[in-house]
């Protein structure tokens, strides 16, 4: 993968760093977690994946992460689906294939959920989570930390995931809490597969079952990966990813 991004210039908005190689379609949409960014190992792979296999590929830094500009803490969730719809709009022509992972896999539904209701349900070929964390405002805080976002403005914790601790600001968080999904049907009919880590420490696995549960789908299969973590990032873990991809993006 070429060490320099390109850069969606937006007046009066952050601008975005995204990589992108053309091919076939459905367009690959790849939407990291939390504080991460397109230089991940599964974003990588699989973006190399596509370029050798000539698919085509969208990769993208949320404002304020990687090398987008714009300050971490002054976005929202919806700031970030924005973000992702304004790159499928320059980039992505016809039906898209979205890759979430973690708290990408909530925006990966958000995004596809919008675009549904703008183009039409052939927009969205098909959705792939990993360790999908839609709602997590609401489940991963402690009633005790969603004190502190509200009183105080923002959490700080410490991850293993960074040298930086993880910041939950109450715009993000009041953001999230609008945004909920899992309380009610989803209106999303693409095929969709979740792939779950069963030793995942963040995101419980249930999450996935109960997302599989809410999705209007027919068509979901939940992965369950023995030994797997939150990041599903050993080789074998990108070999399921790539074949996961390859058989919903190959199939339609």
């Known amino acids: 993968m070429d060490t320099a991004p390109d850069y969606l210039d937006r007046p009066g908005r952050p601008r975005l760093a995204y990589r992108h190689t053309p091919g076939a379609g459905p367009a690959i949409v790849f939407l990291p977690g939390y504080m991460s960014d397109m230089a991940g190992g599964k974003a990588t792979a699989l973006f190399d994946w596509a370029a050798a296999e000539g698919h085509a590929c969208l990769l993208l830094d949320y ?31 016809g039906p898209v294939v979205i890759v979430g992972s973690s708290m990408g896999g909530w925006l990966m539904l958000l995004t596809a959920l919008a675009l549904v209701q703008r183009d039409g ?22 009633d005790a930390e969603k004190a502190i976002i509200q009183a105080e403005g923002a959490l700080l914790e410490e991850t293993p995931y960074s040298d930086q601790p993880y910041m939950t600001t109450r715009a993000f968080w009041q953001s999230g809490e609008a945004n909920r999904l899992l309380g009610s049907e989803i209106p999303l009919a693409c095929p969709v597969r979740l792939l779950h880590g069963q030793e995942d420490g963040d995101v419980p696995p249930e999450t996935s079952l109960r997302l599989a549960s809410a999705l209007a789908s027919a068509d979901v299969q939940v992965t369950l990966v023995k030994g797997g973590d939150h990041r599903l990032s050993r080789d074998t873990d990108i070999a399921l990813l790539i074949d996961t991809v390859a058989r919903l993006a190959t199939q339609i």
């Open 63 to 93: 404002a304020g992460c990687g090398l987008s500009d714009g300050l971490f803490a002054d976005h929202t969730l919806l700031d970030w689906r924005g973000d992702v719809l304004d790159l499928i709009d320059a980039k992505a022509e």
């Open 121 to 142: 349900p052939a927009r969205v070929a098909g959705l792939v989570g990993i360790a999908a964390a839609p709602d997590f405002t609401d489940w991963g805080f402690s």
